[in-house]
């Protein structure tokens, strides 16, 4: 009885637009969701630093490799500051990683797909980047406080990050044969797998009602992906790239852009773990875990001296 | 300048330059596979200083040199033996110890080098130090810590560091070995006594060491030279061939 009235007036907050800070009473299904999504998104910020880190190495400029090393260090940014949003909700950072390591929490779906040229870098700052803030853009608004403000912060550096890339993709666009072919190869191979990053359609969606009640979501999936298309379709336009939709076409009487069906049979194996890059990723997140122990151990054999004398 | 100092001068800002990219390009291998976030953060952190650090210097040597050949250019269109940064900060990243060994051996050098540069009669190098030896300062602290961390830490630990630094011993020679170039720049005010750099080296080193409770690596042992005329170890030859690979390739290509 008392948690249904607790329950009234926890509504009612976010009915005025309260936010929600980590001390105040929520109901545990509102725990248990916020901790899914913001781990669910620490991870993604983490495994994909491993294909944008795949370029670093062979940039094709001092400042290219200037820039690609700085977008790679804030999504290891981001990531910590998203395991500290989901450590206010009672959970370990050490749990929610071994949730990733060895359990099934999930991650972002993009990063199971391989960096085969540097367009990638380019068209994954344009399109993943871009992405990312349609959906953070939404979750800044959220109703619970340390997860909204994270997503603020994430805001303005992915905004540098998709500026950043789409410039790539300009430059290259613009650039010799072997470039303009590289970069509309990117396009096609990462266009579709971008669109799949607001998740499944709207009828599919099992968390979506419930979230957006709490207002942990403030659009649907559908809604955000349809924004995203309209937004990216001029942007592909100014720079010359195709985007590989026959279907894609302007409907006058919703102002939006229409598209293609999409390949959800493809977007639910990769989640289930069936894509082409989902064992490379997770081993090597595996490894670097695994052979950084010692190093974790010493450094907490230490401080634990040092606490000691 | 005379012909003599300017082309001193270039090959100096070569190895300030070099050392950079190289060591730069080494920590950035770690991108995304360190051993905890914090420490992938700080080591990419301190790459990207490095890198930015080796720009600024490859750049002003492409401009003493004048030649019409940007800081792009000499990254990525020379050879390894045109190459003029030290053994030491080519060699493979190892393990998180020997990372760590190669970095504060290196950090200790380039810190107290940089801090001595600020004060260069060249006021485009003394700027450029200046700039650098803020974020120098910030290097030897964080690979000092993990020194102590490591040394003082587990048993598995103070084995994996010390055996880092016996490896990397030999590559620490040459860092004070003046030639012509250091002995031509500092009667000129430009670079700095390698001497007074050694001294400060070796006392900061043993000290940390020391307070790490690892032994000094014997100097009674083949100690490698030659780096600053262009003769490496194996690796490097290895590394500029990904570095360098797409920037190569399409030669004519903008970016």
Known sequence: ?309 | MDDDSRHALFEYLLRLGDDRLVLGHRLSEWCGHGPILEEDIALTNIALDCIGQANNFLQLAGSVENKGRTADDLAYFREAIEFKNLMLVEQPNGDFAYTIARQFLFDVFSFHLLEELQHSSHQELAGIAAKAVKEDRYHLRHSREWVLRLGDGTDESHQRIQSAFNDLWMYTGEIFQADKVDDLLFEKGISVDLKSIESKWSENVSEALTEATLAVPDAEQYMASGSRQGIHTEYLGHMLTEMQILTRSFPEAKW
Request: with cysteine; aromatic share 10%; proline share 5%.
């Open chain 1, 1 to 309: 009885m008392e948690d249904e009235s607790k329950l009234r007036a926890f509504e009612a907050r976010i009915e005025a637009g309260e936010k929600i800070e980590p001390k105040d009473w929520m109901p545990e299904r509102y725990r248990k969701q916020l901790i899914r999504m913001i781990s669910q998104h620490a991870h993604s910020e983490i495994v994909g630093m491993l294909p944008e880190g795949n370029w670093i190495t062979r940039a094709p400029s001092l400042r290219r490799k200037m820039g690609l090393l700085a977008k790679v260090q804030d999504e290891a940014g981001h990531g910590l500051y998203l395991y500290c949003s989901a450590e206010t909700l009672g959970v370990d950072r050490s749990e929610v990683v071994d949730q990733l390591l060895y359990g099934t929490a999930k991650y972002s779906s993009i990063f199971n797909y391989p960096t085969l040229t540097w367009a990638d870098i380019g068209t994954i700052g344009w399109l993943v980047d871009g992405a990312a803030i349609v959906n953070q853009t939404m979750l800044a608004k959220c109703s619970y406080g340390p997860y909204s403000r994270a997503n603020i912060r994430i805001c303005k550096e992915e905004n540098f990050h998709k500026k950043q890339g789409y410039e790539i993709v300009a430059t290259m666009a613009k650039g010799t044969p072997e470039q303009k072919r590289m970069v509309q190869d990117a396009v096609n191979r990462w266009w579709w797998p971008s669109l799949t990053m607001f998740g499944p359609p709207d009828k599919d969606s099992p968390n979506s009602a419930e979230l957006m009640k709490w207002q942990v979501k403030l659009q649907s999936n559908d809604e955000l992906r349809q924004r995203f298309v309209n937004l990216t379709v001029p942007q592909a336009s100014v720079v010359g790239v195709a985007l590989p939709d026959p279907d894609l076409k302007y409907n006058s009487k919703t102002g939006n852009w229409d598209f293609g069906a999409l390949n959800w049979d493809e977007f639910f194996a990769v989640i289930k773990g069936n894509g082409p890059c989902n064992r490379q990723r997770m081993r090597a997140r595996r490894i670097a875990h695994e052979n950084g122990k010692w190093v974790r151990d010493a450094a907490g054999a230490y401080a634990a001296k040092k606490r000691a004398a």
